[in-house]
């Protein structure tokens, strides 16, 4: 089984690293609109909206403070990208010194200024949820206008497969959507099986329990054979997720060679950084005894998650999150459950419904880590798509010197605020100090 999953995980990263050559090659030299600055100084891209989601525009480098363990720092270059047109001031320019290279005027070019990355999570994500993941689609890349971006289009489960290679054509995406390839990809979720096989174990944990309470002689070995079978379901969740993260952080990393402003947007059901908590978590439930044993994996999925947004933090590649399940309905009121008569019942059910509404935690960090948002209770996925689009064309960047000039490696908090209190600011929540 060891050797099975470190080919999987080699293959995976092959595709991934086949996918990101491709991107590359069509990507060319772009002019790229970003500042540039010293390696010492901090660039920030920071979103501002209104309260109702409209970007706002028209603003300067005197309407921004920037903040870095609560200490203000001083704003040594500002640039604006306005639906494609960038525009910069720079605090370091002055006479006789040139103004950075994203001020002059961007040559008159189909190049790709901007990468849209999305990453369609197909082992987290149940297959009932792809038919509205599909449309959302559907409908961003009908109304997507060709331009200076380009897009790629993958799903990741236990390989990296590409739905859509790098593109600047939107009718090309659309049309690898509608196709029956991208049909046949969806259905592969690991989701859908791991809630079956998730199901089953509950069900012997209902007939394991009722038969403990009569005092069936059988019930001492089910109270062995059934923390195998939890601690077996938890280890497959534990190897499925390791290898969804090495994928997708093997990604991030690549992306971080290409020019421009980039933009991944991930779409699923939303994971937890404990696999196998589901598991381990209902088996407690029925049998106390084995309450504690969710935790064990927690710090090795730390691991494979931190460096994920380390990396995209530092590259200033924001990853916009959006929970599948839409409007979230708890399982109580799933009236394809089928019910169970076990006295231990409502117990569990209240351990499902808390591991179901904390898978989107993982997503919520990842996107407030790196500057993106989490979009997730609605059913309007086509929107959340189109916002975060949107952020990646309309934005502002901030450059500073940091006043803390140790690279002990320790996380740096950034906080950016705005004249307009009534403004909402979205910016990468900080940084890792470390030396190049």
């Known amino acids: 089984m060891r050797t099975r999953s470190r080919c999987f995980a080699r293959l995976a990263l092959i595709a991934t690293a086949v996918l990101a050559a491709r991107l590359l090659a069509q990507q060319g030299e772009p002019p790229s609109p970003t500042i540039k600055v ?7 891209p920071v979103v501002v909206t209104d309260k109702e989601g409209h970007h706002v525009p028209g603003l300067k480098q005197t309407d921004f403070k920037v903040f870095e363990d609560g200490i203000e720092q001083t704003i040594t270059a500002f640039s604006v990208q306005s639906s494609g047109v960038p525009s910069v001031e720079s605090a370091a320019a002055g006479p006789g010194k040139p103004a950075p290279e994203s001020t002059r005027a961007a040559p008159n070019s189909a190049r790709p200024r901007r990468t849209y990355v999305i990453v369609i999570d197909t082992m ?3 297959i009932a949820n792809f038919s509205h993941v599909r449309d959302a689609l559907k409908k961003l890349f009908r109304e997507e206008q060709p331009g200076d971006s380009q897009y790629v289009v993958v799903a990741i489960a236990r390989t990296v497969e590409a739905v859509q290679d790098t593109t600047q054509d939107p009718a090309a995406v659309l049309k690898a959507i509608e196709s029956k390839d991208f049909q046949k990809l969806l259905k592969g979720s690991q989701k859908s099986s791991l809630q079956a096989e998730l199901d089953r174990f509950r069900q012997s944990l209902d007939e394991a329990r009722e038969k403990c309470d009569k005092g069936d002689p059988e019930c001492g ?11 077996s379901m938890a280890a497959s969740d534990l190897n499925l997720t390791t290898g969804f993260l090495r994928q997708f952080r093997a990604l991030i990393e690549l992306l ?3 020019a421009g402003r980039r933009t991944v947007v991930l779409i699923s059901d939303g994971f937890s950084l404990t696999p196998g908590k589901a598991a381990l978590e ?10 504690g044993a969710a935790l064990r994996s927690t710090e090795r999925m730390r691991d494979e998650f931190e460096p994920i947004v380390r990396i995209a933090a530092a590259s200033n590649i924001p990853i916009y999150t959006i929970d599948s399940r839409g409007l979230y309905t708890m399982e109580d009121f799933d009236v394809t459950k089928a019910g169970s008569t076990s006295r231990m019942a409502p117990s569990a059910q209240l351990t499902m419904n808390d591991v179901a509404l904390n898978a989107g935690n993982t997503l919520a960090e990842m996107a407030a880590a790196t500057g993106g948002t989490f979009f997730h209770n609605s059913n309007d996925l086509a929107g959340s798509l189109k916002r975060a689009f949107a952020d990646g064309r309309e934005y502002y960047t901030l450059a500073y010197v ?16 705005v004249r307009d209190r009534k403004a909402v600011v979205n910016a990468k929540r900080g940084y890792w100090a470390v030396g190049n």
């Open 38 to 44: 010293d390696v010492r100084q901090v660039l920030v």
């Open 402 to 417: 940091s006043t803390n000039a140790n690279l002990d490696g320790k996380f740096r908090a950034i906080r950016v605020e």
């Open 221 to 231: 070995m089910l109270r062995i054979l059934l923390p195998s079978q939890a601690n």
């Open 282 to 291: 209902i088996l407690a439930s029925y049998f106390p005894e084995n309450r």
């Open 256 to 258: 971080t060679h290409t």
């Open 124 to 126: 987290h994500t149940a």
